[in-house]
T-cell receptor, first 113, second 114 residues
Framework: DAMVIQNPRYQVTQFGKPVTLSCSQT?????MYWYQQKSSQAPKLLFH???????NEADTPDNFQSRRPNTSFCFLDIRSPGLGDAAMYLC????????????FGPGTRLLVL | AQSVTQLDSQVPVFEEAPVELRCNYS??????LFWYVQYPNQGLQLLLK??????LVKGINGFEAEFNKSQTSFHLRKPSVHISDTAEYFC????????????FGPGTSLSVIP
Protein backbone atom coordinates (compact mmCIF):
# COMPACT_ATOMS: atom_id res chain seq x y z
CA ASP A 1 0.00 0.00 0.00
CA ALA A 2 1.13 3.51 -0.77
CA MET A 3 1.96 5.29 2.43
CA VAL A 4 3.92 7.79 4.49
CA ILE A 5 6.57 6.29 6.75
CA GLN A 6 8.35 7.97 9.64
CA ASN A 7 11.43 6.67 11.39
CA PRO A 8 12.05 6.28 14.17
CA ARG A 9 8.67 6.23 15.92
CA TYR A 10 10.33 7.28 19.18
CA GLN A 11 13.53 9.28 19.49
CA VAL A 12 15.37 10.24 22.64
CA THR A 13 18.06 12.89 22.48
CA GLN A 14 20.05 14.99 24.89
CA PHE A 15 19.69 18.70 25.40
CA GLY A 16 21.71 20.43 22.69
CA LYS A 17 22.58 17.24 20.74
CA PRO A 18 21.57 17.45 17.06
CA VAL A 19 18.89 15.05 15.95
CA THR A 20 17.42 14.09 12.57
CA LEU A 21 13.96 12.71 11.95
CA SER A 22 13.12 11.08 8.64
CA CYS A 23 10.06 10.74 6.47
CA SER A 24 9.57 8.74 3.30
CA GLN A 25 6.60 8.32 1.01
CA THR A 26 5.55 5.93 -1.72
CA UNK A 27 2.73 8.16 -2.97
CA UNK A 28 4.96 10.12 -5.34
CA UNK A 29 3.46 13.37 -4.05
CA UNK A 30 5.08 16.70 -4.90
CA UNK A 31 4.42 18.34 -1.56
CA MET A 32 5.78 17.29 1.84
CA TYR A 33 4.99 18.94 5.15
CA TRP A 34 6.45 18.87 8.65
CA TYR A 35 4.18 19.59 11.61
CA GLN A 36 5.04 19.91 15.29
CA GLN A 37 2.41 18.77 17.78
CA LYS A 38 3.01 19.41 21.46
CA SER A 39 1.10 17.51 24.09
CA SER A 40 -2.67 18.15 23.95
CA GLN A 41 -2.24 20.80 21.25
CA ALA A 42 -3.06 21.16 17.58
CA PRO A 43 -0.48 20.31 14.94
CA LYS A 44 1.48 23.37 13.86
CA LEU A 45 3.05 23.64 10.42
CA LEU A 46 6.82 24.16 10.54
CA PHE A 47 7.61 24.16 6.80
CA HIS A 48 6.80 22.41 3.56
CA UNK A 49 8.33 21.62 0.19
CA UNK A 50 6.77 22.05 -3.22
CA UNK A 51 9.10 19.63 -5.02
CA UNK A 52 12.49 21.11 -4.08
CA UNK A 53 11.14 24.57 -3.23
CA UNK A 54 11.39 25.09 0.52
CA UNK A 55 8.72 27.18 2.30
CA ASN A 56 9.40 28.11 5.89
CA GLU A 57 6.69 29.35 8.23
CA ALA A 58 7.50 32.77 9.62
CA ASP A 59 7.44 31.65 13.23
CA THR A 60 9.48 28.46 12.81
CA PRO A 61 12.66 28.79 14.92
CA ASP A 62 16.02 28.79 13.12
CA ASN A 63 16.90 25.72 15.17
CA PHE A 64 14.71 23.71 12.81
CA GLN A 65 16.00 22.86 9.34
CA SER A 66 14.87 20.52 6.61
CA ARG A 67 16.29 18.66 3.65
CA ARG A 68 14.58 16.95 0.74
CA PRO A 69 17.16 15.06 -1.32
CA ASN A 70 14.57 13.51 -3.63
CA THR A 71 10.80 13.15 -4.09
CA SER A 72 10.52 10.24 -1.68
CA PHE A 73 12.48 11.46 1.32
CA CYS A 74 12.36 14.46 3.63
CA PHE A 75 14.35 15.10 6.81
CA LEU A 76 13.80 17.33 9.81
CA ASP A 77 16.99 18.46 11.53
CA ILE A 78 16.92 20.01 14.98
CA ARG A 79 20.34 21.58 15.46
CA SER A 80 20.29 22.11 19.22
CA PRO A 81 17.21 20.59 20.80
CA GLY A 82 15.84 22.25 23.88
CA LEU A 83 13.40 20.86 26.41
CA GLY A 84 10.65 22.82 24.69
CA ASP A 85 11.19 20.90 21.46
CA ALA A 86 9.85 17.69 22.95
CA ALA A 87 6.81 16.91 20.83
CA MET A 88 5.28 14.64 18.23
CA TYR A 89 6.59 15.47 14.75
CA LEU A 90 4.24 14.63 11.92
CA CYS A 91 5.12 14.34 8.26
CA UNK A 92 2.42 14.68 5.62
CA UNK A 93 2.23 14.69 1.83
CA UNK A 94 -0.14 15.93 -0.83
CA UNK A 95 -0.30 16.34 -4.56
CA UNK A 96 0.59 19.80 -5.79
CA UNK A 97 -2.50 21.99 -5.85
CA UNK A 98 -4.34 19.64 -3.50
CA UNK A 99 -3.33 20.79 -0.05
CA UNK A 100 -6.85 19.87 1.06
CA UNK A 101 -6.00 16.19 0.88
CA UNK A 102 -2.98 15.46 3.05
CA UNK A 103 -1.74 12.01 4.01
CA PHE A 104 -0.08 11.78 7.40
CA GLY A 105 2.60 9.47 8.67
CA PRO A 106 2.36 7.90 12.15
CA GLY A 107 4.65 10.53 13.67
CA THR A 108 7.90 10.53 15.61
CA ARG A 109 7.71 11.32 19.30
CA LEU A 110 10.81 13.22 20.39
CA LEU A 111 11.95 13.24 23.99
CA VAL A 112 14.69 15.65 25.06
CA LEU A 113 16.60 14.82 28.25
CA ALA B 1 -6.19 34.29 7.68
CA GLN B 2 -8.35 31.59 9.14
CA SER B 3 -8.88 30.27 12.66
CA VAL B 4 -10.76 27.39 14.27
CA THR B 5 -12.47 27.07 17.62
CA GLN B 6 -13.47 23.80 19.21
CA LEU B 7 -15.62 24.68 22.17
CA ASP B 8 -15.31 21.38 24.02
CA SER B 9 -11.88 20.16 25.03
CA GLN B 10 -13.25 16.89 26.41
CA VAL B 11 -16.47 15.02 25.64
CA PRO B 12 -17.40 11.88 27.58
CA VAL B 13 -20.23 9.83 26.14
CA PHE B 14 -21.68 6.41 26.81
CA GLU B 15 -21.29 3.63 24.27
CA GLU B 16 -24.10 3.54 21.68
CA ALA B 17 -25.16 7.11 22.53
CA PRO B 18 -25.09 9.88 19.92
CA VAL B 19 -22.35 12.50 19.97
CA GLU B 20 -21.79 15.95 18.51
CA LEU B 21 -18.39 17.65 18.49
CA ARG B 22 -18.61 21.35 17.85
CA CYS B 23 -16.43 23.40 15.55
CA ASN B 24 -16.61 27.06 14.55
CA TYR B 25 -14.30 28.82 12.14
CA SER B 26 -13.39 32.34 11.15
CA UNK B 27 -12.36 33.42 7.68
CA UNK B 28 -12.69 36.37 5.33
CA UNK B 29 -12.66 34.09 2.28
CA UNK B 30 -14.33 30.87 1.21
CA UNK B 31 -12.88 27.85 2.91
CA UNK B 32 -12.42 24.12 2.90
CA LEU B 33 -13.28 22.38 6.17
CA PHE B 34 -12.02 19.11 7.60
CA TRP B 35 -12.31 16.73 10.51
CA TYR B 36 -9.33 14.56 11.42
CA VAL B 37 -9.07 11.83 14.04
CA GLN B 38 -5.92 10.94 15.96
CA TYR B 39 -5.63 7.74 17.95
CA PRO B 40 -3.01 7.62 20.75
CA ASN B 41 0.56 7.87 19.46
CA GLN B 42 -0.53 7.85 15.85
CA GLY B 43 -0.76 10.30 12.98
CA LEU B 44 -3.86 12.08 11.78
CA GLN B 45 -6.48 10.35 9.66
CA LEU B 46 -8.98 12.30 7.58
CA LEU B 47 -12.57 11.58 8.63
CA LEU B 48 -14.30 13.85 6.13
CA LYS B 49 -13.96 17.13 4.27
CA UNK B 50 -16.20 19.82 2.86
CA UNK B 51 -15.00 21.38 -0.38
CA UNK B 52 -18.23 22.57 -2.00
CA UNK B 53 -21.74 21.41 -2.85
CA UNK B 54 -23.97 19.59 -0.39
CA UNK B 55 -23.59 20.97 3.12
CA LEU B 56 -24.02 17.52 4.69
CA VAL B 57 -20.83 15.55 4.36
CA LYS B 58 -20.51 11.87 5.16
CA GLY B 59 -17.21 10.39 6.20
CA ILE B 60 -15.64 7.19 7.36
CA ASN B 61 -16.61 5.20 10.46
CA GLY B 62 -20.20 6.46 10.39
CA PHE B 63 -19.36 10.12 11.03
CA GLU B 64 -20.99 13.05 9.28
CA ALA B 65 -20.72 16.83 9.49
CA GLU B 66 -22.82 19.74 8.38
CA PHE B 67 -21.45 22.98 7.00
CA ASN B 68 -23.43 26.01 8.14
CA LYS B 69 -22.14 29.14 6.47
CA SER B 70 -24.37 31.58 8.35
CA GLN B 71 -23.22 30.23 11.69
CA THR B 72 -19.67 29.54 10.48
CA SER B 73 -19.89 26.08 11.96
CA PHE B 74 -18.92 22.56 10.93
CA HIS B 75 -20.11 20.25 13.70
CA LEU B 76 -19.28 16.55 13.64
CA ARG B 77 -21.92 13.95 14.55
CA LYS B 78 -22.28 10.23 14.98
CA PRO B 79 -25.61 8.61 15.88
CA SER B 80 -24.11 5.77 17.93
CA VAL B 81 -20.53 5.68 19.19
CA HIS B 82 -18.33 2.68 19.88
CA ILE B 83 -15.45 2.18 22.28
CA SER B 84 -13.11 2.30 19.31
CA ASP B 85 -14.14 5.91 18.63
CA THR B 86 -12.20 7.05 21.70
CA ALA B 87 -9.63 9.44 20.24
CA GLU B 88 -8.69 13.08 19.69
CA TYR B 89 -10.69 14.88 17.02
CA PHE B 90 -9.38 17.93 15.20
CA CYS B 91 -11.42 20.35 13.14
CA UNK B 92 -9.40 22.19 10.49
CA UNK B 93 -9.84 24.93 7.90
CA UNK B 94 -7.96 26.18 4.90
CA UNK B 95 -8.38 28.67 2.10
CA UNK B 96 -8.99 27.37 -1.39
CA UNK B 97 -5.80 28.38 -3.15
CA UNK B 98 -2.84 26.04 -3.44
CA UNK B 99 -0.81 28.48 -1.33
CA UNK B 100 -3.11 28.15 1.65
CA UNK B 101 -2.19 25.99 4.61
CA UNK B 102 -4.41 23.88 6.82
CA UNK B 103 -5.08 25.41 10.23
CA PHE B 104 -6.03 22.97 12.97
CA GLY B 105 -8.25 23.62 15.96
CA PRO B 106 -7.12 22.74 19.49
CA GLY B 107 -8.84 19.35 19.42
CA THR B 108 -11.62 17.58 21.31
CA SER B 109 -10.88 14.45 23.29
CA LEU B 110 -13.75 12.00 22.90
CA SER B 111 -13.98 9.33 25.58
CA VAL B 112 -16.51 6.56 25.07
CA ILE B 113 -17.63 4.96 28.32
CA PRO B 114 -18.66 1.30 28.28
Amino acid sequence: DAMVIQNPRYQVTQFGKPVTLSCSQTLNHNVMYWYQQKSSQAPKLLFHYYDKDFNNEADTPDNFQSRRPNTSFCFLDIRSPGLGDAAMYLCATSRRGHHETQYFGPGTRLLVL
Amino acid sequence: AQSVTQLDSQVPVFEEAPVELRCNYSSSVSVYLFWYVQYPNQGLQLLLKYLSGSTLVKGINGFEAEFNKSQTSFHLRKPSVHISDTAEYFCAVSGKTSYDKVIFGPGTSLSVIP
